[in-house]
Nanobody
Framework: QVQLVESGGGLVQAGGSLRLSCTAS????????MAWFRQAPGKEREFVAA????????FYTDSVKGRFTISRDNAKNVVYLQMNSLKPEDTAVYYC???????????????????WGQGTQVTVSS
C-alpha cells in the first residue's frame, strides 16, 4: 500500500509560480511511475505530467509544456511539480498519482494509476 500526500497549493496571481510536492510512503517509491493530474470544477480529472521511475522519461500535456516541470527525488520519496507562468485556466485541484506497473498506453489516463493523493487546491487569479 502506498500513501501519497500533496502540499504546496495556494492562491497566486496570473504569471506567478508555485511548486507542488507529493510525498510517498513505502520503500518502493523508486519503482513507480509518478504523475500529476488536475480537476477543475465541473470537469473531468485530466493528465498534467508524468515521470518514469528513474526520471529518464517525462511526459506533459500540451497546455503546460514550457511552463511546468515535473521532477522527483527518490532518496526523499518526493515528486515535484514546478508551475511557472500560471494562468487562470490552471485553477484546479491537483492530484498526485502512482503507478506500480506502468503502462505507456494508459499513463495519460486515470486508469493507469493505482494510488492517489487527496489533492491540493491551486487557484490562479486574473
Amino acid at each position: 500500500q502506498v500513501q501519497l500526500v500533496e502540499s504546496g497549493g495556494g492562491l497566486v496571481q496570473a504569471g506567478g509560480s508555485l511548486r507542488l510536492s507529493c510525498t510517498a510512503s513505502g520503500r518502493t517509491f523508486s519503482n513507480y511511475l509518478m504523475a500529476w493530474f488536475r480537476q477543475a470544477p465541473g470537469k473531468e480529472r485530466e493528465f498534467v505530467a508524468a515521470i518514469s521511475s528513474s526520471g529518464a522519461l517525462i511526459f506533459y500535456t500540451d497546455s503546460v509544456k514550457g511552463r511546468f516541470t515535473i521532477s522527483r527525488d527518490n532518496a526523499k520519496n518526493v515528486v515535484y511539480l514546478q508551475m511557472n507562468s500560471l494562468k487562470p485556466e490552471d485553477t484546479a485541484v491537483y492530484y498526485c498519482a502512482a503507478a506500480p506497473r506502468p503502462d505507456v498506453g494508459v499513463l495519460r489516463t486515470t486508469r493507469g494509476y493505482d494510488y492517489w493523493g487527496q489533492g491540493t487546491q491551486v487557484t490562479v487569479s486574473s
